[in-house]
């Protein structure tokens, strides 16, 4: 580690930086260097999204295969910018070339909103005379206009106004004081705001109007808190050190840790990127996945009544998990040794931007990896575990999304997400009924009913890229009680179903059979078990999408219908719900169902395939939720099966080993990681 | 704690320690006490349990609400002994006044097997005729039959055999060496073992002869990891330290932490048992749960050939989970500072004997409890959890569980299992096919499917012990897309089932509506939400158990048809498989099947109730699963749902906080827990 760090002062003293790897997201000066060129060609523009366009996977694969004699995969930047009126133009400049190699205008599309596009808007609403007009009718006088707030959204897809123009709704907000909880003082009307001209074109009004709310304040802030008594003294410190340091190895953006290599990416939209992840299994490295990401995900709310139909927020596709990153520059969120990463963007003016800390990898002790005791003796190996975990925590509006991604030492790799910060709220009047679409969470606040849906995406490459997926069912064997062949009943078995067409793997979860999803290599077959070497998706978080078939969120979000997809393999689906989501209106559903519609009869057969799986929480909000969430986790697990000849962590050091002879010869057992001779403290 | 450890030796040295709690498990001298007294009237016998007799509830809960002007709940044991031919008696002893006050024979059914019981049969084994004859057949020569082994379990049930004679199966291995993992060398036939007279009575031989495994041993102790390489040295040190202590005091056992009181209990069955578990909510400490345990599970395996019917463990009914509790006196378990707890229960001959620091309770870091930042400034408030684990692990043969009861600071109560130690295995013959019931995870080793279902038992208090239980689904709303009242289609709500009778409140889980299960009490109101105070389980891994309908283990293992039951309360309704398991035919169904046919149709609308959740996972092994399991987890959720009137945990100190205030003027923020001002880092 002294010694990377060296290297990357010694390069960049003398300017002699290495060159970026393939899959590195493009640097600031990458950025500004695309930036350049296009100002050149096209004038001034404003821009949306600069980002690594990359590699194809087909030239990706031979230049891994063989980097020192391929010819390096160009480093191309993917734009996206507008022009006046809302004209949006779609781009890529080959930056070794120096050139733009394609610009298009793509018409009735809108690029996500940025931070920018969204910090605009309050400043916005608050001198306009129609919105000032509204508070006036529910309590705020004209002179306490800088005590309101709006969180802007886009706006979906609103049928009045299309998709020509580029809008957001302003979610309404009062903050008695400015360190108040504003979600405490929901407004009961939503300004619509044209990003292009600025202004509030519409307002939409309730019928039933909402006074601001009366009720005291509700706030978790350190004064808050010590007005009700204090912070709790009773909880002495935990201390987790790493004195000698990691242990994982950083090159570049290249992490190896037990066995395990994965590069680091990170886009503005998706957030973490992970690539080309091998796991070296005795001396042969092995490829395990190509790109693991989370693709896009949906919060459809619950309420019907207009305009509440609007609130359902892509947080990737329209807002860009990436572009919403904490940076955790402070420290303060992990425990240990950390390393982090920055990630840097372009704004609006083309210039480049970086949030220090972007991302965080740490390791953690994980507990029992392993144990067993022979009861005959109480002979005993007892093996502690570790993880690594890759992360970073995005803030969309009101909510907290915490994402992990986590290596463990048995070849699984978990995807963790924690959901934190607080509910999107909305007024009620005293008395006034929920209808059961929300909840009353504090005195009029209602917290809509809603969903957190999330699609991963998986592109494996289970010991190469020619993969199959298997449905995996746990049935009851043939045979009724009493025959022949199942006399007691007893029998069961993985049922086991191929998909070889994309519209065959169109799937559901089941949980009565603990429904599970293999990633499997046919060609390479486990030498134990016969069966072929395979990755398994366990994954019990998969609500329905409930948000009704034909409605509004179900044409717009059509990754959500069901828990899995299987495509083949094209470089361009990136996006399931389509690359530019916002206001697009789901007719045609964009991203997965045109692909699926349009190559569905495609074989997905042993080949280069990409699984997409949507997961999440169904979230019925209660008072505990307010006035800021506790995390609420959700996980799932990529679990090797048939892949290993072994558990493939019987070689990290035990905490303590002691066998049967040891144990009876009373000599001394496996000194314990403490140092300590143990057996012969335990014989 | 100093004060208490000294409290504890004064006590000692001078005889007066304080009179147990009333839920404290036995102590040695009270068991010892019970059997004084029945030898005397009785005479000699074998000694299967004694355990506490848990205080009557009536009773328990007049004393908890005044325990110094009510009479206190006397000690009495409950006993399991047996005589000559098998003879079982159960009774109880009044410990406060010395005396048996209940004895009786109890025909036709055989008590649980205990340790002792397991470690007889394999010496008897290896001196036995017929198994020495068998053992040839297959390749093991006379003179090797000290590396014969065998894991006796209960037989079960076989009807050719019923339930008058105390009957073991003894599944047998192989070791070439003393220090070789047996489960790589499987032999093919099944000893049946009279645990009265001690002898073999019979073997089930199978059709096709399997010879002992040649393949090379398959280990995982500190010799074989060396011979292939040694264990890996890239893994830096994590070291958990909390230089000041814990943060939970000891009083007796009773465990006060972060609001949280409850009662440690331990038994020889289910293990870990936590009653009266309250939280204190702002000076008011509110009843959540009279009990909680792990009370049965089985193990069910899938192969229907004769006898791996016979395979189907309740290792908590059969064995006992406190029984065969593993001592973690080496401390090689846990990190950070532990505090231990141990173990009593009666040998066969009538003694005590304890297992030491049988319980462990620990605190973790639990990671990010809960964060936002505000997008307009960067203002946020980021606040770090701790959890609190009292877990135990215990070792059924081949398998290891760990079980973790989990206390969060935001109400939720965990309890999670891990699994771990090595798959039952059975022979195979090269080349010889599983039929889908198993996996050959190594050459000649048959690892045969299963499930481990695991069935919970919550006595709720939701603010007292009048509770009702509502099944929740998420539903889509009323009317179709483009409709009036749900135009958009996205109308979805929490569909809410009150249970009024336990035939009513039989039900299975079902992953696409999200369902979950509230224990309320309708007689309390939170005021905000206007819902009743309630406490929500949240459990996702929940397979159908695979054994069919009509068949023995669904007869036997009644609990397991269905992920929940709810029935009245009942004090003597504690083991869900019924109170004594081996051998039992499942006609009738013993446990909860018995008691809903009975009282199915009583109301258990806001009365006192109990509910049964049935849990756990179906498993397939596969190569990567031997020859040790890396830890499996699954893991559930007890969350209060209406049940505070906001976040019960904001009071945990942030690790950071900066308000929007703070931010504007520039002015330090909140100090950090690391002592340093943060907000004069950050602005
Ligand atoms: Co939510
Ligand atoms: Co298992």
Known sequence: MVLDRLKQVTQHVTGTAPRPHPFDPLSGSEIESAVALIRQEHGSLHYNAITLWEPRKAEMLTWLADPNHTVRPHRVADVVAIGRGSKVYDGLVDLDE????????????????????????????????????????????????????????????????GNKVRLQQALMYYRP??????????????????????????????????????????????????????????????????????????????????????????????????????????????????????????????????????????????YGGGYMTNSLALGCDCKGAIHYMDASFVNRAGSSETIKNAICIHEEDAGILFKHTDFRDDSV????????????????????????????????????????????????????????????VYPGVNAHNHQHLFCMRVDPNIDGPLNTVFQVDAKTGPGEVGSAENKYGNAFYAHKTKYTTAKEAVSDYDGST?????????????????????????????????????????????????AVHVTKYEDDQIHPAGRHVPQ?????????????????DTSIENTDIVLWHTFGI?????????????????????????????????????????????????????????GTDKASVRV
Request: hydrophobic share 35%; aromatic share 10%.
């Open 618 to 674: 169904t979230h019925f909000p209660s008072p505990e939720d307010y006035p800021v969430m506790p995390a609420e986790p959700m996980t799932l697990l990529l679990r090797p099966r048939n892949f290993f000849l072994k558990n493939p962590a019987l070689d990290v050091p035990p905490s303590y080993a002691l066998t049967p002879s040891q144990k009876a010869t009373l000599l001394g057992g496996f000194k314990g990681t403490d």
């Open 381 to 440: 190996v007892v093996t502690r575990g570790r993880k690594l975990l890759i992360s970073h925590v995005f803030t969309a509006a009101n909510y907290e999304y915490c994402v992990y991604w986590i290596f463990h030492q048995d070849g699984t790799v978990q995807l963790e997400i924690k959901l934190t910060g607080i509910l999107n709220t909305y007024s009620m009047n005293p008395g006034e009924d929920t209808h059961g679409w929300g909840t009353e």
């Open 177 to 318: 004081h400015v360190d108040d909880n504003q979600y405490t003082f929901p407004l009961d009307f939503t300004p619509i705001f044209n990003s292009d001209t600025q202004e509030i074109i519409h307002i939409d009004v309730p019928s039933i109007r909402r006074p601001v709310n009366q009720a005291p304040a509700n706030n978790y802030h350190p004064a808050a808190i010590e007005a009700e008594g204090g912070y709790r003294k009773d909880l002495k410190p935990i201390n987790i050190t790493q004195p000698e340091g990691v242990s994982f190895t950083v090159d570049g953006r290249i992490i190896r840790w037990q066995n395990w290599k994965v590069h680091v990416g990170f886009n503005y939209r998706e957030g973490i990127v992970l690539n080309n992840i091998t796991y070296n299994d005795k001396g042969n490295e092995r490829g395990i996945f190509y790109r693991l990401s989370l693709a896009e995900m949906v919060v459809p709310y619950g309420n019907p009544e207009h305009p509440h139909q609007r609130k359902h927020a892509f947080d990737l596709g329209e």
């Open 514 to 562: 603990s429904r599970t999803w293999e990633m499997a290599n046919t060609n390479k077959i486990n030498p134990y078990s016969h069966k072929p070497v395979s990755y398994k998706l366990v994954s019990r978080e998969v609500p329905a999408l409930l948000p009704k078939e034909g409605g509004l969120v179900w044409k717009r979000a059509g990754f959500a219908r069901h």
């Open 584 to 600: 697009s209106s789901g007719e045609p559903s964009a991203g997965l169902p045109e692909w699926i519609e349009k190559h569905g």
């Open 98 to 161: 120096q050139k733009i190699v394609r610009w298009e205008f793509t018409e009735g599309v809108q690029p996500l909103i940025t931070m920018e596009d969204l910090q605009i808007v309050e400043h916005v609403v608050r001198v306009d005379p129609k919105v000032i007009e509204q508070c006036g009718i529910i309590g705020i006088p004209k002179e306490d206009m800088h005590k309101v707030y709006c969180d802007p959204w886009t706006i979906g897809f609103d049928e009045r106004f």
